[in-house]
């Protein structure tokens, strides 16, 4: 982020555990450790904490890496054959316990949430025209972490019919007591008041820093996943409303340009790079680079590279051939540095689309045709829709999805939605859409810390 400040890491435990497992959950080297009590009572101070958040959320074991490595690995267009250890075991969705790459990243989220809850325990302290801004960001970051830990750690929302199907723990305070599971009802109940709350107090433009519209999106992409079409209708259209206007973002008009050195508008949620001091996205781009790797881990199926084979399609050369016909290789992350664009414009965008058409009222399925036709001509490709049906214009959404966001973790979760959404398994190494694999193990820490604490069953999808 622009100007943030160097904060103040103190060693804390923030997940339900005991004391004896709770050290190890969190421990990390002190670095400028200063006493909490004359720190975060100063404003300043407290703000730096909260900005160094996005350090993190930007950083090789969150967005800058392991969130979308992780989500790739699991769904279906790797080629994962030659994958081991940690990768391996994530590919053929059998986690368990052990396993620091994704438990390092369930800690993490954690500590993001620990951040929060702790600027919220010291709002007081902050400058009154600062409190709005720092509680709005707080809650913002609090919501988002626990929409992201639960996809991946519980089955997905509508798989059962109330919804009571153990989530994960929700931590509203900073401290270290011991809690189960909620409810993946009770989690999104969570989620939603959260980035409401956000959106609520956020100014429509914060900076680089979330925004209202940051809130909404997220709000969006959340409704969506929970395939409530009017609600995720709303939020993204109402982005859609602002990105129209140019002020802080927008429709980047050459598909290429998302993924460029400042070369895109399309940031709703990112971080900028800078060059020798912030440069997310370092795990990405050792994982999937290709430009000067022959052999990066992150390696596409022939089946995948084929849904790129329409004639003019420029997003083809996102997915080059390699050393063996077996895989191609990603070219979207061949960059020395690059703004990583947490929430994007043209996912939004296509939020829209698909939520327009599921609604189907006539106004909204023009909508929705002026959404996929802004796609399509982008990608270089050309089909009328004015006669489009509402469920033509639901596949078309759904699959110019799949192509856009390729490398961005976006599939897994919709093998989930649309599997709740139409009774439906679409995975093609097919395993259904609420296997016990399709979801991770908790930590070993979470059982040693609490020995009621409920692990998911193991067993993988085959």
């Known amino acids: 982020m622009n100007h943030i400040k160097k904060y103040i890491v103190i060693l804390i435990a923030i997940a339900g555990l005991g004391v004896t497992g709770c050290k190890k959950f969190l421990e990390r080297p002190p670095a400028g450790k200063l006493e909490e009590g004359t720190t975060l009572t ?17 950083g090789d074991v969150l967005y800058g890496g392991r969130m979308w490595v992780i989500k790739e690995l699991l769904a279906d267009h790797l080629y994962g054959t030659l994958l081991t250890e940690d990768n391996g075991e ?36 902050a400058d009154e025209n600062k409190k709005a801004r720092a509680e709005g960001e707080a809650k913002f970051l609090r919501g988002l972490m626990l929409f992201e830990v639960v996809r991946l750690w519980a089955q997905p929302y ?9 989530g994960v723990p929700v931590r509203l305070v900073a401290d270290i007591s011991l809690l189960g599971r909620s409810s993946v009802k009770d989690v999104y109940s969570q989620i939603l008041a959260d980035l409401n709350d956000a959106a609520n107090l956020l100014p429509p433009q914060n900076g680089e820093y979330p925004s209202q519209y940051t809130a909404m999106a997220i709000l969006a992409k959340v409704y969506f996943q929970m395939n409530d079409f009017a609600k995720a209708y709303e939020f993204s259209n109402k982005v859609m409303e602002q990105a129209e206007t140019g002020t802080a973002f927008s429709f980047d008009e050459d598909v290429m340009d998302r993924w460029t050195l400042g070369g895109s508008h399309e940031g709703i949620f990112s971080i900028k790079s800078r060059p020798g001091n912030i440069e997310p996205g370092g795990e990405i781009r050792g994982r999937f680079r290709s430009d000067n790797n022959a052999n990066p881990v992150m390696k596409y199926t022939p089946q995948t590279r084929s849904l790129f084979s329409r004639p003019g399609d420029v997003r083809a050369a996102w997915l080059t051939t390699a050393t063996s016909p077996d895989f191609f290789l990603l070219t979207k992350y061949n960059l020395t540095s690059f703004d990583l664009q947490i929430v ?21 399925l023009d909508v929705a ?5 802004d796609i399509l001509d982008r990608a270089g490709l050309s089909q009328d829709l004015t006669s489009a049906t509402a469920a033509l214009l639901i596949s078309i959404a759904r699959r110019e999805r799949e192509l856009e966001l390729i490398g961005e973790g976006n599939r897994l979760d919709e093998i989930k939605r649309i599997g709740v959404r139409n009774n439906q398994n679409i ?12 979801i991770l193990q908790f930590p070993d820490i979470e059982k040693a810390g609490n020995s009621s604490f409920i692990n998911n069953p193991e067993g993988g999808c085959f």
Request: aromatic letters at 12%; hydrophobic letters at 30%; a neutral charge.
């Open 90 to 125: 994530i590919w053929r969705r059998k986690t368990a316990i052990f396993g620091a790459y994704k438990n390092d990243f369930y800690k993490e989220c954690y500590q993001i949430m620990y951040r929060a809850n702790k600027v919220l325990e010291y709002l007081q302290y």
């Open 369 to 373: 045709r002026k959404d996929l036709d």
């Open 427 to 438: 995975d093609r190494r097919g395993s259904p859409y609420n296997c016990n694999g399709f």
């Open 42 to 58: 100063q404003s300043d101070s407290l703000m730096s904490f909260l900005n160094g958040c996005y350090t993190t959320i930007g």
């Open 344 to 364: 994007s414009v043209t996912e939004i965008k296509l939020i829209r689309a698909e939520s327009a058409a599921e609604l189907g009222t006539s106004d909204e």
């Open 158 to 166: 509508g798989s059962t019919a109330d919804n009571a199907q153990a």
